[in-house]
């Protein structure tokens, strides 16, 4: 297997012998011709390591499956044709990024919806359950969560009739993505009132060097759910702390509705019995720096389901067209 420092060599290399023009390319045929081998054998060595090694033996008899490099685009393009000429509702033809070093490789992206609170009245008794995500209500780049990609349930159960310790508290269960592992945490806030419009429940937690104050605050008839960190700093600090001495910060978060995947968009061009589904604008896409899950489809997909059945003829025809673009 061809190692990734190689692959940069030969990237780099790629760039100098198809990117300085026509007479480079004239005058040197053999070892442009040489250099893009080396470069496509590395993209098939590629494609058989990270894909097809984990099919099983049946599913690769009924694909055809290729790969090459584009000097266009400076990545591995993997080619997979499913012809099915006896199921043509099974037919497929598909041109990816393999190394996603044209499109963005996958990466967490938040997917909002709207927020949605289940809600529970028996006569003194009240619940509320919520999912969603925490976003922050400052582009304060100080004041960003520690992990972007977060996951929040939230649980809250008030009895007006009850006024234990144990009782009347909102649970937020949490999980996140840290660069090195997915975590998983709680935190309990104790409600200090409850109403129709407006929840508030308080958290407070001691620290070696100050405390913080986190208020949540609920409004269930607005569909939103806020919550508030305030950090006071000792007067008091250690000489690794000392210009903290007395301050105060804070954050502020709101909660979505939805969730992060884990996606990416790196799919060129697809075509199948409903014509030609995909047809990636490379343009826009470059402007994107190669990240388009979050734009509209209509801006950087040119490609649109046909209003007749198509064929392998003319999905071959279709592809063949976008693979010349790449060359």
């Known amino acids: 297997m061809y190692s990734s420092l190689k692959l940069l060599g030969l990237v780099g290399l790629a760039v100098v012998l198809f990117g300085t023009g026509y007479a480079v390319r004239t005058a040197q045929p053999v070892k442009e011709n040489s250099q893009q081998k080396d470069l496509d054998a590395y993209c098939n060595a590629t494609l058989n390591d990270d894909y097809l090694s984990k099919l099983s033996v049946e599913d690769r008899k009924e694909t055809s499956q290729s790969a090459f490099f584009s000097p266009t685009l400076h990545t591995c393009v993997h080619v997979e044709v499913l012809p099915s000429p006896n199921k043509p509702e099974a037919m497929n033809y598909v041109v990816s990024d393999l190394t996603h070093d044209f499109t963005a490789p996958a990466k967490w992206h938040a997917d909002e919806r709207p927020l949605h609170l ?32 977060n996951r929040v349930k939230l ?27 997915i975590q998983v945490d709680h935190q309990t806030y104790h409600i200090a009132s409850w109403n129709p419009d407006e929840i508030i429940a308080t958290d407070v937690e001691r620290g070696l060097s100050g405390s913080t104050t986190t208020t949540l605050l609920i409004h269930p008839n607005a569909n939103e759910i806020e919550v508030v960190d305030r950090t006071n700093m000792d007067t008091k600090q250690p000489k690794l702390l000392d ?57 950087w997909n040119a490609g649109s389901k046909s209003d007749r059945k198509f064929t392998q003829r003319e999905c071959e025809s279709a592809m063949e067209k976008k693979l010349q673009e790449m060359k």
């Open 243 to 299: 210009g903290m001495a007395g301050k105060s910060f804070g954050d502020h978060y709101e909660l979505k509705g939805g969730m992060y995947l884990w996606d990416t968009q790196g799919t060129f061009f697809q075509c199948d019995q409903e014509g030609t589904v995909t047809d990636m604008r490379l343009d826009v896409v470059r402007k994107y720096h190669g990240d388009v899950v979050n734009v509209p489809a209509s801006e």
């Open 118 to 149: 289940v809600r529970a009245d028996y006569g003194s008794f009240h619940h509320i359950y919520v999912e969603g995500y925490w976003k922050s209500v400052s582009s304060d780049p100080g004041q960003q969560p520690v992990a972007t990609a």
């Open 155 to 181: 649980d809250c159960d008030y009895d007006s009739t009850v006024r234990s310790a144990e009782s009347n508290n909102c649970i937020e269960y949490q999980g996140y993505a840290d660069p090195f592992s």
